[in-house]
């Protein structure tokens, strides 16, 4: 009996806390100069920590920085974060990063993502289809900490890479995901 409350006082706790995370996602929106605060801190934070991510980065065409992704779900889950394109250094366009799931899941987390976007192509196609789709564009490899300082301008040879970075929190379990990259007026 106690043991049955007890879950479905966690559940309760979940769900509301789900619920508040994903209300909260669009009215977090920030200023394009809080967004260009952010995306430099996370370069910053993910340049220390991440060996290898800034010869990646002197090699790319585009960096597509996510420094904030909110996650959190049970059974059903959302994410959302925003971030900013720099081509040479300067922002090129603002972003948001949204997706949805389903399946066996439960819990909050947080993390950054940065796609290291490696040929005109990669660029183009962000900038001309209408809401990126991971997973169904340019070939997409999320690098580990020992595969990005292993990388050398004669083995890179796919046109995005990514890196997950400054994860916290706990999110546990398996669904199916399916997140979009759209493009913001800031």
């Known amino acids: 009996m106690v043991k049955g409350r007890l879950g479905a006082g966690l559940l309760a706790m ?3 806390l789900t619920i508040g995370l994903m209300a909260a996602g669009p009215a977090r929106a920030g200023s394009a100069a809080e967004i260009d605060r952010d995306v430099d801190a996370a370069l910053t934070s993910m340049f220390a920590s991440v060996p290898g991510t800034r010869e990646l980065a002197a090699q790319s065409k585009g960096v597509l920085v996510f420094p904030s992704i909110v996650k959190a779900g049970f059974l059903f889950g959302a994410q959302y974060g925003e971030g900013a394109l720099r081509e040479r250094g300067k922002t090129a366009g603002y ?3 949204a997706a949805a799931s389903y399946g066996l899941q439960a819990g909050v987390q947080s993390f ?3 796609l290291f976007l490696m040929s005109n ?3 183009n196609y962000l900038n001309t289809s209408g809401g990126f ?3 169904v564009g340019p070939s997409i490899v999320v690098l580990d900490t020992g595969t990005a300082r292993a990388l ?3 083995t890179m040879q796919n046109d995005i890479y990514a890196v997950i970075f400054d994860q ?3 999110m546990a379990g398996m ?3 399916g997140s979009k990259i759209s493009r913001m007026n800031r």
């Open 112 to 114: 950054g993502y940065v």
């Open 133 to 135: 789709e991971l997973g």
């Open 121 to 123: 192509s990669a660029i």
């Open 168 to 170: 916290r929190g706990l």
């Open 14 to 16: 979940v769900l509301a």
């Open 152 to 154: 050398t301008t004669t």
């Open 175 to 177: 669904g199916l995901q």
């Open 95 to 97: 972003y948001s990063s």
